[in-house]
């Protein structure tokens, strides 16, 4: 099994989310983050006076699945949140060595 966390543009949430779900993806995890890659933040103006903004919001999504849907799920993200401008974000695999739901004890991919 795998745990897939993804970087995203706030605004491809609901594209990517409605893409998963048709994939068959049972649940994932969705958290407001920030952060900067190469892009380094941005500028905005406010009253006049221009900010560094060091930090830009994106959305980190988190799905847990097992081996054999990795490669689909990272292609329907990557297809999803693709805009082709900087920022679209990344995606990053781990192993998942145990899952556990605790409602049942059911565990690793009868869990997912």
Partial sequence: MKLIQAIIKPFKLDEVKDALIELGVQGMT???VKGFGRQKGHKETYRGTEYQIEFVPKIKLEIAVADTMVQ???ETIGRAAKTGSIGDGKIFVSDLNQVIRIRTGEADESAV
Wanted: negative net charge; glycine residues 0%.
């Fill in 30 to 32: 969705v958290v407001e």
């Fill in 72 to 74: 689909q799920v990272i």
